[in-house]
Every structure is written in structure tokens, then in C-alpha cells.
């Protein structure tokens, strides 16, 4: 994906947008960014941006082990974790 530059509140040179664009990813190095806002003020620039979201795995910690996924355990893991009970976040009444 190529990432989106705009400039608003006036024009700059494309040196200088390039400019930016470089300061902002060596911020982050090695992320993608999906778009580069620069908006300008006067003397001022402001400058936002959006990173592309990172995969990752969920980590979980099941029956004391820490695993990703469950194909590595064996039928009896396996049922150990159908059997256990699963805690949930309930209706809760505010008071006032």
C-alpha cells in the first residue's frame, strides 16, 4: 500500500514535503504508513499520520500454559479447556 501525503493550508516545495515524510518514518522504523497529513499554520506545521495496523498473535494463557492457538494439545488439553468455565464482563447498573 502506498502511503497517502496531503498538505493543507497552503503549498510547500516538494523538498520540503519530502522532508517530512523522512522525519516521520524514521520515527518509526520499519512501519507502514497508510497517510501523511501536513497542515500548515502560518510558520507553523503540523504534522499527523497513520500507521498500517501490525499483525499479531493472541497470546493466551489456558489450563497454565501460554499458547497462541490450541493444535498442539493433546484430547485431553483439548477437553480440559471445553470443561473450564469461561468468566465474562456482566451487566453492571450505574449508580447515582
Same mark, same amino acid.
Given at each position: 500500500?502506498? $502511503?497517502?501525503? $496531503?498538505?493543507? +493550508? +497552503? !503549498?510547500? /516545495?516538494?523538498?520540503?514535503?519530502?522532508? *517530512?515524510? !523522512?522525519?516521520? =518514518?524514521?520515527? *518509526? /522504523?520499519g512501519r507502514k504508513f497508510s497517510s501523511i497529513d501536513i =497542515?500548515? #499554520?502560518? @510558520?507553523?506545521?503540523?504534522?499527523?499520520?497513520?500507521?498500517? /495496523? @501490525? /499483525? %499479531?498473535?493472541?497470546?493466551?494463557?489456558? $489450563?497454565? *500454559?501460554?499458547?497462541?492457538?490450541?493444535?498442539? %494439545?493433546?484430547?485431553?488439553?483439548?477437553?480440559?479447556?471445553? #470443561?473450564?468455565? =469461561?468468566? +465474562?464482563?456482566?451487566? %453492571?447498573? $450505574?449508580?447515582?
Amino acid at each position: 500500500m502506498n $502511503t497517502t501525503v $496531503t498538505v493543507t +493550508g +497552503g !503549498s510547500i /516545495p516538494q523538498q520540503e514535503i519530502d522532508a *517530512y515524510v !523522512s522525519y516521520v =518514518k524514521d520515527k *518509526y /522504523p520499519g512501519r507502514k504508513f497508510s497517510s501523511i497529513d501536513i =497542515k500548515l #499554520d502560518g @510558520e507553523y506545521v503540523d504534522l499527523s499520520w497513520q500507521l498500517e /495496523p @501490525e /499483525p %499479531f498473535e493472541r497470546i493466551r494463557r489456558i $489450563t497454565g *500454559y501460554l499458547v497462541g492457538t490450541l493444535d498442539r %494439545f493433546n484430547d485431553a488439553k483439548r477437553a480440559e479447556v471445553e #470443561d473450564r468455565v =469461561k468468566h +465474562g464482563i456482566g451487566n %453492571f447498573e $450505574t449508580l447515582d
